[in-house]
């Protein structure tokens, strides 16, 4: 490994060691007492969550019942959490040049042989088609001037079951107020004395990292000035460029339904179930196995007295069937049809049982 | 702040909670902080293997070691970190084998930020804090992804295991045989007495079969109502 680099917070006036709370622009040095002033800190906004923990409560169990009815009695629900998960926003104005090699088309028009009504002979002159022909290449400049804003993920969003944003996400965040591009609306300045509820989570993301990947989604769209150039050459000059922290607020609950655990992330702004996993309860297999069962304890009493008299009774009048030999030979494969029928019910059981939304 | 790369010299935007990150432009390590405000780090003592033997063949998606501050507080470690982890909220980690941190132990894309204003709450230093490994396993659930903690030192699952319990409560052939439990002496019973009295076929068949889905359906909701294991 090459050598460490390290680089210390450095007071200007005696060269001592700095601390400084996020969100503060100024301090004073702890040993030489100096006024220190931060240009160029970093705003950081909430989006305060309107939604109370009863009311995420609330929408989980809505979510539960929607599946299955008896779930949300059953279900032992632990204390919502809230969290603000931070992203950040970062807009930037773009200006620069593409330089570029415009293909220079000519539009010719061609005559074109079209078959005469008698189907014998060719009329050359009666009509033409326009063909583009490359004569050459132009040297072009195009001017790109753009003002773009992208919001990234600051945290890692994955574990909770929600895609992160970057440059590279395909993803969008569905029911969420915030998206790739615009401010969301209701923005509050973030202040630790008023926003106290919740967990501020901590970004894992560096504001470096983030502007990179703002600026390399910036460029792919200011690229599209470039459109139709054969061999092209960039200048982007980022300008303007303006950063914040928002944080967004999710309710994670946590909840057990017959000792399985189960999870559900609920928007802080919406009330909606984002993302979570719900039992999905007993199916029509159960009424299957007991049907069957039914049928099997009307059949086997008859089956005995078969086995014991050699007379099968449901028949009307009590004629001897002489026949018991094949009687119990499809019993016996009714009963293996059974068996093989409630094993598939078996598997089909232990796959299922969760649904997500 | 700003400081600027040491490898390539780009300007970068630091917040106050990162002492370590790595250059978005030249991908260099570059530890933000004085020597002796390092904090200590614990080796792993479980690897990814082991990790990847908790759960059933395929169900990770994603396994990656993360390390998350933790204070020494007079009644144990303290967590210093704000990250969206409910389980980690009452978790108190093993102690492990320490180390002062060096670059070579972990990468910036791995440690967890240090909250600052935890540390300011309870007067602690930075010095003081131990980075905790911790594994996090992205479980594929049937669609759906859920993170999963694993500490790195003891190898257990931190919080719930979203796959205990996966066999579903409810066992077909379990509620066919209770059924036939109950609706088989209901049939036989009724039958018995209609032979007894010498009814007739067709009314001896309907009769014991509705004894027998009385009894089979009358299991059912016995068994509906306590049949599946509580929690």
Known sequence: MAESPFVTLKC???????????????????????????????????????????????AVRKAMESGW??????????????????????????????????????????????????????????????????????????????????????????????????SKAQMSLEGMEIQRNALPEGLEVFDSRVHTDGVFVDPLVSLSEARADAEEYLRRLAGGAGRGLEQQW???????????????????????????????????????????????????????????????????PPLVNLLATGTFDYHSGTTSLNCSGVLLIIAGALGIGTWQMLRALDRMESRGGTRHV | MKISCSQCGAEL????????????????????????????????????????????????????????????????????????????????????????FSEDLAGPDQIIPIDEDILAERELRRSGTVLHPVWLAMLKLEGYSQGVLVDGVSGRIVGDNPLEGETAPEVPSRTFLLCLLLGLPCAALVYWLLHAAAAGGSAKALLTILAAAAGSFAALRLFGERGAPSG
């Not at chain 1, 559900?264 to 009424?287: M, N, T």
């Not at chain 2, 070691?65 to 969206?84: E, I, K, T, W």
């Open chain 1, 12 to 58: 200007p006036a005696c060269g001592g060691g700095l601390s400084l709370r996020e969100g503060e622009t100024h301090t004073s040095c702890p040993s030489c007492d100096s006024g220190v002033l931060l240009t160029g800190a970093v705003g950081n906004y909430v989006l305060p969550s309107e939604v109370g923990s009863t009311q995420a409560l609330r």
């Open chain 2, 13 to 100: 935007t630091v917040m106050e909670t990162e002492f370590y990150l790595r250059c978005p432009y030249c991908e260099a390590s570059i530890t933000v902080t004085a020597v002796e405000d390092l904090p200590f780090i614990v080796v792993p003592s479980v690897g990814e293997e082991a990790v990847r033997r908790l759960f059933p063949a395929g169900a990770i998606a994603e396994l990656e070691l993360r390390y998350f501050p933790y204070a020494d507080g007079p009644a144990g470690p303290l967590p210093v970190f704000s990250q969206p982890f409910p389980e980690l909220e009452e978790y108190r980690p093993p102690a492990g084998d320490r180390k002062v």
């Open chain 1, 234 to 300: 960039k200048y982007l000059v980022f300008t303007g460029r303006r950063d914040c922290l928002i944080y967004y607020p999710l309710w994670v609950v946590g909840f057990a339904v017959d000792g399985r655990p189960y999870r559900a992330v609920v928007d802080g702004r919406s009330a909606r179930v984002l993302r979570g996993r719900f039992p999905a309860g007993p199916s029509g297999s159960r009424y299957i196995a007991a049907g069957a069962a039914a049928l099997w304890a009307f059949a086997i």
């Open chain 1, 69 to 166: 009815k008896d779930s949300a009695g059953r279900s032992r629900v632990s204390r919502p959490r809230l969290f603000y998960v931070p992203f950040w926003h970062i807009s930037a104005q773009v200006q620069g040049y593409v330089l570029g090699l415009e293909p220079e088309v000519r539009e010719e028009e061609q005559p074109r042989p079209v078959e005469n009504p008698d189907g014998q002979s060719m009329s050359v002159f009666q009509s033409t088609r326009t063909v583009k022909r490359r004569v050459g290449v132009r040297a072009v400049e195009r001017e790109v001037q753009l003002r773009g804003s992208v919001n990234v993920s600051a945290a890692d969003l994955e574990p909770l079951g929600i895609p992160n944003l970057s």
